[in-house]
C-alpha cells in the first residue's frame, strides 16, 4: 500500500519555485531520508507534508488522503524545527491539550504512559519553562508520539537533540516502523538518518535529484548521494 | 498593444473632462438655491461611486485570488483599491469645500461624512498590512482576506449610520434651476462626468497595474540575483 | 463532538497560560484602570454629562484595553513553533479560531467585569439598575471584539509591527459595534430599558456578531495554511 504520494508538486513563493515538478510514492512502513543542502526545499515539502502549507501546484497524498483533511492530520505526528510544546503549561498539561486536539480516545491514560516512556512522570506537574534543554526536547518528543501516529514527519530531528533524546526518538522510530508506520525525516545527519533508512529522497534547488533504496554503500559512504547527484555530479 | 490602448482611453479621458469642464463652467446656469459651487457637485459624487466599484473589484478579486492563487487577482485588487483610494479621497475633500460654502463648516460628524472617513481608514489599513508583510505570497493572501473583511465591514458602517440622523442632502439629486424637478442638463452632465471618472479609473488602474507588474519583474530579478550571488 | 472538544480544548489552553502568567490581564486591566483615572480630568466628575458619556467612556476604555489581550491571543502559540504544532493537529481552522475568540472573550470579559464597578464607585453611578441586560449587551459587544481581533491576531501573527497593526487595523472595522455599545450602555447605566427607539442598536450587534463570525470562521484556514 502507497502511505506517501507526491505528484508534480510546485510551491512558489512570489515567482519564487521552491519546489519544482517534485514527484515520488513510498509503501507504507517505508523510513524516507530526505537529504538536501540548505535551501534546497526540505523544509517547503516537510510543510505541505505536514498539511501546514499547500502546494501551489500538484498534490501530495498521505495514509491515501490530502494532510488538509482532519482524519488524515489526526494520523501524522510531526517534530518540526521548535519542540512545539507551551512554556507556561506543565508537562501534563502540554500533553493533555494535545491528546484532546487530536481526539485520543483515553486522553489521561495515554498522557500517563507517554509521561512514563519519556522519563517525565517525576516532573509532570512542572513548568516547560523550567525543564533542561533535554526534558524540553522529550515532552516535545512525547507530544509528537500520544495519538500513535501512523505516519511521523520529523525536520532535522537529531540537528537539536541530546544524546539520550536521540537514543529515544531512534527507539521510537524503530517501534514505530516495526509497527508498520511511515516515516519521512530530513537530516544533516547523514550516518543516523540512513541507518534509519529504507529509501533515499534527495532534493536539489527544489528538484528532485534522486530517490531510491537505501543501499549498503550509502551506509558505507554517507557522502555517496552526494557524491553521484548532487550538485558537483 | 496594451500600452497603446491605455495611452488612447487616458487621452480620450482628458479630452472628455476638458469638454466637460467646458460645458459646466461655461454652459450651465447657476442652480436655484446654491448657486455656483453645486458645480462641484459633478466632481463629488461620480468619483464616488468609481471608488465603490474599485472597492467592489478589489474584493471580487480577492476572492478570486483565494479562489485560484493567480497572481493577476492579486495585481488588480491591489491596484483597485489604491485608485479606490485616491478617489474617495477626492470624493471627501470636494464633500468638505461644498460644506464650508454651503454649511460653513469644513467637518461635521454626520453619518454619510463619519462612514466615509472609516471606510477611508479601512482600505488604508488594506495598503499598511501590504507594507509589513514581505512573502509576496503571505502577502497576497492575508491582504486578500482583509480586502473581503473590509468590504463587509464598508457595508455595515454604511448601514449602522444610516440610522443616525443626518445631515447630509439625501441620495435624491438637488439640483435645480428653479422648478421643482431636476434640470435635464445638469443631470445628464452628472452622467458625462460619471463616465469620465469611470473611464479615468479603468486606465489609472491599468497603468497602476502596469507598474505593480514592472514592479514584481523587478523584486524577482532581485531574489534570483541574491540566488546566484 | 470531536469539534467541540476541540474547541474547548484550545480556548481552556489560552485561559489556562494567561491566568497563570496573567502578562495581557495585568497590563490591560491596569491601563483600564488609568484611563478611567484620567477621564476625571475631561469632564467634571460630579456633572450630569459624565452619565450621557459613561457608554462612550467605558467602551473607549474596553477598546484600547481589550487590544492589550487580542494583540497576546496569537503572539501566544510564536515561541517555540507551537502555532505549526497546533495547525499541524486534527484541529479545523474555525474549532481553533473559536477556541481563541472564546478565551479572549473571556479575558476582556474579566476587564470589563472589574472595571464596571471601578466605574461605579469613581463616580458615584448607580450602574445596577438594568443588569442583566447590560450584561447581554455586554457580552454582544464583547464577542464583536474578540472575533475581530482573533481573526486580525491570526492575519498579523507573523508581522514585524503587529502590536501597532491590530488596533490600526481592527478598530475602524468595529465602529458600527462599538458605537451599538456605547448607545445601550448609556441607556442602561440611566437605569432606563431598552425602548423601540434603541431596538435598532441591538439588532447591529447581533448583525455584527453574526456577520464576522461567520466570515472568519470560512476564512481562518486560508490564512493559518500558508
Redesign the interface.
Known amino acids: 500500500m502507497t502511505a506517501l504520494q507526491a505528484q508534480g508538486v510546485w510551491k512558489?513563493?512570489?515567482?519564487?519555485a521552491a519546489l519544482q515538478q517534485v514527484g515520488f510514492a513510498f509503501a507504507a512502513g517505508s523510513c524516507v531520508a530526505l537529504l538536501g543542502r540548505n535551501g534546497a526545499g526540505k523544509t517547503t515539502l516537510l510543510?505541505i507534508l505536514?498539511?501546514?502549507?499547500?502546494a501551489?501546484e500538484g498534490g501530495v497524498e498521505i495514509l491515501g488522503g490530502n494532510p488538509?483533511q482532519?482524519?488524515v492530520?489526526?494520523r501524522?505526528g510531526?517534530i518540526?524545527?521548535?519542540?512545539?510544546?507551551?512554556?507556561?503549561?506543565s508537562a501534563e498539561?502540554n500533553l493533555l491539550?494535545?491528546a484532546?486536539?487530536?481526539?485520543v480516545s483515553d486522553a489521561a491514560q495515554a498522557v500517563d504512559h507517554w509521561l512514563e516512556r519519556t522519563d517525565l512522570a517525576r516532573v509532570r506537574r512542572g513548568m516547560a519553562r523550567e525543564f533542561s534543554r533535554g526534558m524540553r526536547q522529550r515532552l516535545a518528543i512525547a507530544?509528537a508520539f500520544i495519538h500513535r501516529p501512523r505516519f511521523l514527519i520529523l525536520d532535522e530531528p537529531f540537528t537539536s537533540l541530546d544524546d539520550r533524546a536521540i537514543a529515544l526518538l531512534q527507539g521510537l522510530l524503530r517501534d514505530a516502523l516495526a509497527d508498520g508506520a511511515t516515516v519521512v525525516l530530513s537530516t544533516h545527519q547523514l550516518k543516523e538518518a540512513l541507518e534509519l533508512a529504507s529509501h533515499v529522497l534527495l532534493l536539489n534547488r527544489g528538484k528532485l535529484a534522486f530517490t531510491g533504496e537505501r543501499t549498503a554503500e550509502m551506509l558505507a559512504n554517507p557522502g555517496w548521494v552526494y557524491q553521484h547527484y548532487g550538485e558537483a555530479a | 498593444m496594451r500600452d497603446k490602448i491605455i495611452f488612447g482611453a487616458g487621452i480620450f479621458a482628458a479630452l472628455y473632462f476638458i469638454r466637460n469642464l467646458y460645458v459646466i463652467l461655461l454652459q450651465l446656469p447657476d442652480e436655484a438655491m446654491q448657486g455656483a459651487v453645486y458645480r462641484i457637485f459633478f466632481f463629488h459624487l461620480p468619483p464616488y461611486f468609481a471608488a465603490v466599484f474599485c472597492f467592489l473589484g478589489a474584493a471580487i478579486a480577492s476572492g478570486m485570488y483565494l479562489k485560484t492563487k493567480r497572481w493577476h487577482y492579486d495585481v488588480f485588487a491591489v491596484s483597485a483599491t489604491e485608485v479606490g483610494l485616491a478617489l474617495a479621497a477626492i470624493n471627501l475633500v470636494t464633500g468638505m469645500i461644498w460644506g464650508r460654502q454651503q454649511w460653513g463648516i469644513w467637518w461635521t460628524w454626520d453619518a454619510r461624512l463619519t462612514s466615509a472617513l472609516i471606510t477611508w481608514l479601512i482600505y488604508l489599513g488594506y495598503l499598511m498590512l501590504r507594507e509589513g508583510i514581505k512573502d509576496p505570497s503571505e502577502r497576497a493572501k492575508n491582504s486578500a482576506v482583509l480586502s473581503i473583511f473590509a468590504f463587509f465591514a464598508v457595508y455595515f458602517t454604511y448601514k449602522a449610520n444610516e440610522w443616525y440622523r443626518t445631515q447630509h442632502p439625501g441620495p435624491v439629486l438637488t439640483i435645480r434651476t428653479g422648478k421643482n424637478t431636476i434640470d435635464p442638463a445638469m443631470q445628464a452632465m452628472l452622467f458625462h462626468n460619471l463616465f469620465a471618472f469611470l473611464l479615468l479609473t479603468v486606465v489609472l488602474v491599468a497603468v497602476r497595474m502596469r507598474l505593480e507588474d514592472s514592479q514584481r519583474a523587478v523584486e524577482s530579478l532581485r531574489r534570483r540575483a541574491h540566488a546566484v550571488a | 463532538m470531536t469539534y467541540l472538544n476541540q474547541v474547548f480544548a484550545m480556548a481552556g489552553k489560552d485561559l489556562r497560560s494567561e491566568l497563570r502568567t496573567k502578562e495581557a490581564l495585568n497590563a490591560s486591566l491596569s491601563f483600564a484602570v488609568v484611563i478611567l483615572l484620567l477621564f476625571s480630568f475631561v469632564v467634571d466628575p460630579d456633572s450630569e454629562m459624565l452619565e450621557q458619556m459613561s457608554g462612550g467612556l467605558l467602551w473607549m476604555v474596553f477598546a484600547f484595553s481589550g487590544t492589550l489581550i487580542l494583540n497576546r491571543g496569537f503572539a501566544r502559540e510564536l515561541p517555540n513553533d507551537c502555532l505549526d504544532a497546533l495547525i499541524a493537529s486534527p484541529i479545523p481552522g474555525s474549532a481553533l479560531f473559536l477556541g481563541k475568540a472564546m478565551a479572549n472573550f473571556v479575558l476582556i470579559a474579566i476587564i470589563e467585569a472589574i472595571c464596571f464597578p471601578v466605574f461605579g464607585i469613581l463616580y458615584n453611578l448607580t450602574w445596577t439598575t438594568q443588569l442583566p441586560v447590560l450584561m447581554g449587551v455586554s457580552a454582544l459587544a464583547t464577542w464583536a471584539m474578540a472575533t475581530l481581533g482573533t481573526m486580525f491576531g491570526a492575519l498579523t501573527v507573523n508581522m514585524q509591527l503587529r502590536e501597532l497593526m491590530l488596533p490600526m487595523l481592527i478598530y475602524p472595522m468595529l465602529i458600527p459595534a462599538l458605537m451599538a455599545a456605547m448607545q445601550l450602555t448609556t441607556l442602561l447605566i440611566a437605569g432606563q430599558p431598552i425602548d423601540a427607539e434603541h431596538i435598532i442598536w441591538l439588532r447591529v450587534l447581533v448583525a455584527f456578531d453574526i456577520i464576522f463570525t461567520a466570515l472568519a470562521a470560512v476564512l481562518v484556514e486560508t490564512v493559518l495554511v500558508g
Do not use: K, M, P
Open positions: 512558489y513563493y512570489g515567482d519564487f510543510r505536514a498539511g501546514l502549507s499547500q501551489s488538509r482532519a482524519a492530520r489526526s501524522i510531526i518540526g524545527h521548535g519542540i512545539g510544546v507551551y512554556d507556561e503549561l498539561e491539550t494535545f484532546r486536539l487530536y481526539g507530544r
